[in-house]
């Protein structure tokens, strides 16, 4: 969940970065358009009012020299920048600020043919530099100067004056300032430091393509390079500006701080990653050493409970636990009509073998005879330990005399097998009680005791032999 939420908050902040500085880029590119918008604007104005007042003294003055009258009282935009020239209807130079171009034959602008006022914007190239021409026709008929009669006011400027504005700073290595003619025909276009001209700019297919092509930004795919975009058509002269940003410089930033962010990320991750191992690792050892103590815990307390329902010295179920097998077997005899029986067992002879060879050897006698008694009787049925040499054994699941008497001789013959005891060969028998469920008793006392009773009746009898109490099944 910690590393979810990193990459996911990552991921989060990311996208808001990029949406920022996409948003940043289209207010860049709203800003700029209308900053050159204006300067555009107000150059051409200045154009524009000096064609009109050019042609307004050549149509309403009766001398020549129009433009040097109007140059000696500052009327006219400087020479080191602009070049007004005066062209008749041939196209000949007759006054001009550059005394160079007179008596040069200048192409006729684009609305030549067009009657009536209007501006035309035109190119020009010169040795040194391309210059874009604006030109308003002198009207005929109005014009008292014969010796210029019908023709045009022309103002030359170089293309680059309009893209001087360029800045790299805002504008990046890819970015584009551009003055488009209605014809789509590209005047002028700045890219960095290259200048061009004359490409053909899909303007009408740009703004088809957005909503407010004006106001709102749109990328455009031009010459290779992806740009924001934005188009302005200058209402009052047949050009319109072009602005763009390109997206992988506006993003390069964008890009940084997505690459920062990831790293970060990844650095976060690794940190939680090596915190959840150290953690891991500590649970590990903790949940270890926990389960090491509840499993000394439940041992203890096997071994308790061993040691409260076994004797020590053979290992056997002693009488605690004896007394609470045979009362769970008499009640599910008693519950489905079966039968078990319970052997007395009193070692004959042990007495003596323990007070001659000492309590050592009679313990060592007592383990063997345990472990003998254990390999005469079934896998189901119980040996248990009451004290001193006497032994019970549990006999599940037997109704007749016939089911125990095979297993009582195997005890008997099992216990005559001569014992080794400290060097010496040792010979004992055993005396056997047996008392039978429900015969003998409905409860573990009764059992127990007429089972005692037999086993003393079978020493009587001679020993190393086997009594029942009770012949009824037999």
Not at 121 to 134: I, M, N, P, R, S
Not at 223 to 242: C, N
Not at 284 to 309: K, N, T
């Amino acid at each position: 969940m910690m590393l979810l939420v990193v990459w996911g908050s990552t991921y989060f902040l990311v996208n808001k970065e990029r949406v920022a500085i996409e948003r940043q880029a289209e207010l860049s590119v709203g800003e700029i358009t209308d900053t050159y918008e204006a300067r555009v604007v107000r150059a051409l104005r200045e154009i524009d009012t000096a064609l009109k007042l050019v042609r307004f003294t050549a149509n309403n003055t009766g001398h020549a020299n129009v433009l040097n009258a109007l140059n000696e009282q500052r009327l006219l935009p400087p020479a080191l920048l602009f070049t007004i020239s005066l062209v008749d209807a041939q196209g000949m130079v007759v006054e001009s600020t550059d005394s160079e171009l007179l008596g040069l034959r200048l192409r006729p602008p684009l609305q030549a043919t067009q009657e009536g006022d209007y501006l035309a914007v035109g190119e020009a190239q010169t040795e040194q530099e391309k210059q874009l021409t604006f030109t308003r026709p002198l009207l005929p008929g109005q014009a008292p100067m014969q010796e210029i009669g019908s023709g045009w006011v022309v103002i030359a400027i170089d293309a680059n004056y309009f893209v001087s504005s360029y800045e790299a700073r805002s504008l990046g290595q890819q970015g584009m300032l551009a003055l488009v003619g209605e014809d789509g025909i590209v005047r002028v276009r700045r890219t960095g430091e290259s200048i061009n001209s004359g490409e053909l700019m899909e303007l009408a297919a740009w703004q088809s393509s957005t909503l407010d092509a004006v106001s709102v930004p749109f990328l455009t795919h031009w010459e290779g390079v992806e740009r924001y975009t934005l188009v302005r058509k200058l209402y009052d002269f047949p050009l319109s500006i072009v602005v763009g940003l390109s997206a992988q410089e506006q993003l390069a930033e964008a890009q940084l701080l997505v690459q920062k962010y990831w790293q970060r990320a990844a650095w976060t991750s690794a940190l939680l990653l090596m915190i959840l191992v150290i953690l891991g690792r500590l649970s590990w050892q903790l949940q270890r050493e926990r389960q090491r103590v509840m499993d000394e815990r439940v041992l203890h307390a096997q071994q308790v409970e061993h040691l409260a329902f076994h004797d020590t010295l053979t290992d056997l179920p002693n009488r605690a636990f004896l007394s609470h097998l045979v009362s769970q077997e008499v009640v599910l005899c008693g519950r489905h009509g079966e039968s078990f029986a319970l052997l007395f067992l009193d070692l004959d002879r042990f007495k003596l073998i323990n007070d001659s060879l000492g309590h050592a050897v009679g313990d060592y006698l007592l383990q063997e005879a345990a472990k003998r008694l254990t390999g005469a009787v079934r896998e189901s049925d119980v040996v248990a330990r009451l004290g001193g040499d006497e032994f019970i054994i549990l006999l599940r699941k037997v109704s007749r005399t016939e089911q125990i008497v095979p297993i009582a001789n195997e005890l008997l013959s099992s216990m005559r097998q001569p014992f080794i005891l400290a060097g010496q060969e040792c010979h004992i028998s055993v005396s056997i009680g047996v008392s039978l469920f429900p015969a003998d008793g409905l409860d573990e006392q009764s059992l127990m005791k007429n089972a005692d009773v037999a086993m003393y009746q079978a020493k009587q009898a001679g020993k190393n032999n086997v009594h029942f109490c009770s012949i009824a099944l037999s």
